[in-house]
């Protein structure tokens, strides 16, 4: 008999889910029971809320379709706010499925463990972060809810929220209907194709800015496609870092204003027709532009909206301007792409001596493991650690970039290896593993084997930057190495450079186990790019002195 939680799970999975990442609760017992039952989708328990939603949160940026994090009503629910309004900030499709109260219970008269001001408060709240929700409490309008919610978060790429009272996820249901695509207006995609292609044959300098989107959308290969047929110049935001990696188009860096590279944020920001595709404009990827940005005469599609300068295309997704475009552009026309007046440069060759680690060593280290051995996915974490990865070369990257939200690292690698397979190196801070770094003991038990590498420096070392008195950036000193043991892992602690780099060929060389690099940093060493960021953001929040 099939059941709500069965076409539930039928239609996760159709919509690209390949697991459900959840901690149980009383008013969920009955979900995650029928869950295990059918065992269409498996079912990885981890420790903490938190951790759990940004698992789900990697699991769907690595490989597409739908992330799901399943949780109890209250106590658990709540505790996954935080995850769940940083995938609506950065566009991820997560699902939330929380357990409720069963219809008797909330009749009762009595105030329900777990309530907070009303039992529909979770419910408001939820209303807030994400782009669609539905109770599941009644099996004839079940199919046509769970479609229209699971359809929003794919159509928007944006989080979305399903309640399960504890007495109907076993009762009998119908089928789910498939997903439905987005619809357009095909003439109004033309006209804006035919218009955008105008204005990049009459500029002088054009140039092609991708950002997160055109992974969300799954939109990389035909993206690629565009730029080998426009012969555009590629470069990615800093929440796009890691886009279009593996598919043949040479990229000429990251976008980082003053924090980036001169030659390329210059031809970025004179640019007379910058084409920004699926590219967030936040403070993260444009406030710390020598020159800022003029957007009213660039090109901008995001959200199902195309503008040019005054001109706007409403109802447009990316998609259908991807394949506008494409069909105007001759594919036998294809012409090499220019890159920009230099290639981009990343650390290499790291020496094998008895100095101290800094942060630009263990992005050295990374590239020459990479030339060598080829590229892994990297799941970073906030702070100095991603702004590292800014220093790899071309690798496949997810990160918090804009909600910038502390914890996401080693959870998210979780995910994003019982996703994909694809074994990850984690990069985060002490701070941030402090967070969720725990979670790692579940790794084992999972059959996952990431290899973390942890900035260890006694501090909130990013923090410490911007206002450098005060002893609240203080964690002191642990010893995260020798922990790992104890979580089913292996760690080595790393002082030096030869150190690390033994360390993370003997990390790559063991499978089966988590393998932890604790590398000590000394107080106040900073990546490059991080220390050019801090004086960006320095510069341009000075006060401007009144002219007399």
């Known amino acids: 008999m099939d059941t709500i939680t069965s076409q539930l799970l039928q239609a996760l999975k159709a919509r690209g889910a390949t697991e459900i990442f959840g901690i149980p609760g009383d008013f969920a017992l009955p979900l995650f029971r029928e869950i295990e039952r059918d065992g269409r989708l498996p079912l990885r328990t981890l420790s903490h809320e938190p951790g759990v939603g940004f698992a789900a949160d990697g699991a769907a940026r690595a490989r597409g379709g739908l992330g799901v994090a399943a949780v109890t009503y209250g106590a658990g629910a709540f505790n996954l706010v935080n995850t769940v309004a940083g995938a609506f900030a950065e566009r991820v499709p997560l699902v939330v499925l929380s357990g409720a109260p069963a219809a008797h219970e909330a009749g009762s008269g009595l105030l329900l463990h777990h309530q907070v001001k009303s039992l529909d408060s979770q ?3 939820f209303e807030e972060v994400t782009a669609a929700r539905a109770r599941l409490d009644d099996p004839e309008r079940a199919p046509a809810e769970i479609a229209r919610v699971l359809d929003v978060a794919l159509q928007q790429s944006r989080p979305v929220y399903l309640e399960i009272p504890r007495d109907c996820p076993a009762l009998p249901c119908g089928p789910v209907p498939a997903f439905q695509p987005k619809a357009w207006d095909a003439e109004r995609a033309a006209a804006c194709a035919d218009e955008l292609l ?11 800015v991708v950002g997160v989107e055109v992974r969300r959308f799954g939109l990389e290969a035909r993206v690629a496609e565009l730029a080998r047929r426009l012969a555009l110049p590629v470069v990615t935001t800093f929440m796009g870092r890691g886009l279009l990696v593996g598919q043949g188009v040479p990229l000429a860096g990251t976008y980082l204003g003053l924090a980036g590279d001169p030659d390329l944020s210059a031809r970025v920001e004179g640019s007379d027709a910058l084409l920004l595709l699926g590219a967030i404009v936040s403070d993260t990827n444009f406030a710390v532009s020598a020159k800022r940005i003029d957007f009213r005469h660039a090109i901008h599609a995001y959200d199902d909206a195309v503008h040019m300068g005054h001109a706007v295309y409403p109802g447009l997704p990316l998609a259908a301007l991807v394949e506008a475009l494409l069909a105007r552009l001759d594919p036998q026309a294809q012409k090499p792409v220019a890159p920009p007046p230099a290639p981009p440069r990343y650390p290499r060759d790291l020496a094998w001596d008895e100095q101290p680690v800094q942060p630009q060593d263990v992005a050295a280290a990374l590239n020459d493991l990479m030339a060598e051995q080829g590229p892994m996915p990297l799941a970073s974490d906030v702070g100095d650690c991603l702004f590292t990865a800014m220093e790899v070369g071309p690798a496949s990257l997810i990160a918090p970039g804009y ?8 959870p998210a ?10 074994r990850p190196i984690i990069l985060v801070g002490d701070g941030a593993f402090q967070m969720t770094g725990w979670e790692l003991g ?6 996952l084997d990431p290899i973390v590498i942890v900035f260890n420096n006694g501090g909130w070392e990013m923090l410490r930057t911007f206002m450098p008195e005060g002893g609240f950036h203080d964690l002191g000193q642990w010893d ?11 760690g080595q602690v790393v002082r030096t450079r030869s ?29 490059p790019t991080l220390a050019r960021f801090v004086k960006a953001v320095k510069r341009l929040s000075m006060p401007v002195a009144a002219s007399a």
């Open 123 to 125: 419910w408001r709240l």
């Open 198 to 208: 105008a204005r990049l044959r009459a500029a002088k300098d054009p140039l092609l």
């Open 403 to 410: 909600y910038a939200t502390m914890g996401y690292g080693v």
């Open 413 to 422: 690698g979780l995910g994003l290896q019982a996703a994909t397979g694809e």
């Open 442 to 447: 579940n790794a084992r038990r999972l059959g």
């Open 480 to 490: 995260f190495a020798h922990m790992a043991a104890g979580m089913g892992g292996e």
């Open 499 to 527: 150190e690390l780099a033994a360390a993370l060929a003997h990390a790559v060389a063991r499978r089966g186990s988590f393998q932890l690099l604790d590398v000590r940093l000394a107080p106040g060493q900073l990546s």
